[in-house]
C-alpha cells in the first residue's frame, strides 16, 4: 500500500491544531495561581472567649458551591451527630482577596442562628489576615465591625464595602451583626 501524502486540508487542520495546543499552553502559564473558593463554618462563641471555633472548613477551585457540599460533608463527618443535626446554618459574610469583590474567596457560615444584634466573631486565618480587601455580607449580616491584627484600629462599617489602609490586608477580627 502506497503511504498518501496529507492532504492540503489535513495540513490546515494539524496547523490549527498545533496553534490551539500552544496558545492554551500560553494561556494556562499566565494562570499560575488559581482563584480559590472556600467555606467555613463557625460555630457558637463560647462564654468568656473572643471569637468563634470554626467547625468546618473546605475549598474548591470549580465553584463556591462544591465548597459549600465539601464543608457539610466534613461537618457531617467531623461533628458529634447530636452536633451537626442541631447546626441552624446561616450564611454570615463573604471575603475577597481583592478590591470589587474579586480574587479567592471564603464563604462564612455560622451555626449559631442567624445573625441577631449579637451576631457573630471570626478570626481570619493566616491567609486572610494578610489578604482581605473586601468583604459582603446578607440581609441580616448587615453591619461589619473590622480589627487590624494588632487589634489597635477597628471600623465599623456596613456591608458590602472595601477595606482601606490600615486595614486593607491587616485584618485581626471580624465582627458582623444585624444592625
Ligand atoms: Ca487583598
Known sequence: ???????????????????????????????????????????????????????????????????????????????????????????????????????NTTEIYGDDGPCDTGGYRVEPDWFWKVNLTSVTGTDACDVGRFYTQQLDHSETRRLPTHLYPPLNDNVGLVRVWNG
Not at 471569637?51 to 467531623?78: F, G, H, I
Open 1 to 103: 500500500m502506497k503511504s498518501k501524502k496529507p492532504t492540503p486540508a489535513l495540513v490546515a487542520l494539524t496547523a490549527a491544531f498545533l496553534v490551539s495546543i500552544s496558545g492554551y499552553a500560553s494561556a494556562t502559564e499566565s494562570i499560575e495561581d488559581p482563584v480559590e473558593y472556600c467555606a467555613i463554618l463557625v460555630g457558637k462563641t463560647p462564654n468568656g472567649a473572643i471569637t468563634s471555633p470554626v467547625l468546618a472548613r473546605a475549598c474548591s477551585q470549580e465553584s463556591p458551591r462544591q465548597a459549600l457540599e465539601e464543608m457539610e460533608a466534613k461537618a457531617e463527618r467531623t461533628l458529634p451527630a447530636q452536633v451537626y443535626k442541631s447546626l441552624d446554618r446561616v450564611r454570615l459574610m463573604t471575603w475577597f482577596e481583592d478590591a470589587n469583590y474579586g480574587g
